[in-house]
C-alpha cells in the first residue's frame, strides 16, 4: 500500500492511496491532457524521490476532409456532397436552409433554390475535431412544368391550337407528329389533317434549366357523303335516301329538313358497306 500525491492541471494537490500490482507498478487513470507535477509516493513512512512533471499529450487533430458538391444544378434535381476519407472519423455537415447531416457523403433530393449556398463539413477522430472545409452550391430555379391545353379532338380542315402556361420569361419548343416544331407558347396547326393527330410535347426552358409536359391531340375525319334519293312507288307513299361515303359500321349523328321545313335529327350506325338509308 502506498500513499502519495501529485499536483494536477489546475494546480490542486491530489492524494494518492493505492496498491501496486503484481509488477510493482501504480496506473492513476481517468486524466485530462496536461502537465502534472510533484509526483511522489509513501511507504512505510518513507517518502519516494519527486518527479518534477509529467505531460500527458492528447491526439492531434485529424486535417480537414476535402469537401467537393456534384456541381451546379436546376431546381428538382438531386445535390450530391462529398467529404474525402478519414480513417476512424465521423462527419458533421451544416449549410443553408438549416441542412445538417453526419454522413460522409450526404444526398439532398429534390432540391431548391434556398439550398444554394456554402456547406461546411469537420471530421473527429478519437474525439479530436478538424477545422472545417467548405464547397459552394448554386441551384437555379426551373421553369414550372408546362400547363398544357388543346381544342382537341378537332375535325380535318380545322385548326389545332395549343397553349401552355409556365414560369415568366421561359422560352418554348415544341415538337409533335410530321416534323412538327414550333418556338412560341401557343402555337396552332391550320388545316389539320389525320397525321397531325398524336402526342404534342413542350420544353420549357429558363436559363440553363428545363421542364416539360405532353398533351395527346385527336383528329377525327370530317365526313364527305353523298345522297342518293329513292322516290315513293306509289302516290301518297313514302320514299327514302341513303347516304354514302360513309365510315363501315360507324355512329353518325347530323340532321336534314323534310319536305315541310322540319328538321329532323340522325342518329344511326352505319351499314358494312359505309351508308345509312
Do not use: R
Not at 519516494?48 to 428538382?76: K, Q
Amino acid at each position: 500500500l502506498y500513499t502519495g500525491s501529485y499536483v494536477n492541471t489546475l494546480g490542486a494537490t491530489i492524494g494518492i492511496n493505492t496498491t501496486s500490482n503484481a509488477s510493482g507498478t501504480i496506473i492513476i487513470s481517468g486524466l485530462v491532457a496536461g502537465t502534472y507535477s510533484d509526483i511522489k509516493v509513501i511507504l512505510a513512512g518513507c517518502p519516494s524521490n519527486i518527479i518534477a512533471s509529467v505531460s500527458l499529450i492528447p491526439p492531434s487533430a485529424p486535417a480537414p476532409p476535402a469537401a467537393s458538391n456534384s456541381g451546379t444544378t436546376c431546381s428538382g434535381n438531386t445535390l450530391n456532397l462529398f467529404a474525402s476519407p478519414v480513417a476512424g472519423g465521423t462527419y458533421n455537415w451544416s449549410g443553408p436552409n438549416s441542412f445538417s447531416s453526419a454522413i460522409q457523403n450526404p444526398v439532398i433530393s429534390n432540391v431548391t433554390v434556398a439550398a444554394s449556398g456554402t456547406y461546411t463539413v469537420t471530421v473527429t477522430v478519437a474525439g479530436c475535431t478538424s477545422g472545417p472545409a467548405s464547397t459552394t452550391v448554386l441551384i437555379n430555379q426551373s421553369p414550372s412544368v408546362p400547363v398544357i391545353t388543346s381544342n382537341s379532338p378537332v375535325c380535318t380542315g380545322n385548326t389545332i391550337t395549343l397553349n401552355t402556361t409556365s414560369t415568366a420569361n421561359a422560352s418554348f419548343a415544341w415538337a409533335g407528329p410530321g416534323g412538327f416544331t414550333n418556338a412560341t407558347a401557343n402555337p396552332s396547326i391550320p388545316n389539320a389533317q389525320i397525321s397531325n393527330g398524336g402526342t404534342y410535347t413542350v420544353i420549357a426552358t429558363l436559363g440553363t434549366c428545363t421542364s416539360q409536359q405532353s398533351v395527346t391531340v385527336i383528329v377525327n375525319p370530317t365526313p364527305v357523303i353523298n345522297v342518293t334519293a329513292q322516290n315513293p312507288s306509289t302516290c301518297g307513299g313514302t320514299g327514302s335516301f341513303t347516304i354514302t361515303g360513309l365510315n363501315p359500321n360507324t355512329l353518325y349523328t347530323g340532321s336534314y329538313v323534310n319536305a315541310t321545313s322540319v328538321t329532323i335529327g340522325i342518329n344511326a350506325t352505319s351499314g358494312a358497306s359505309g351508308t345509312i338509308i
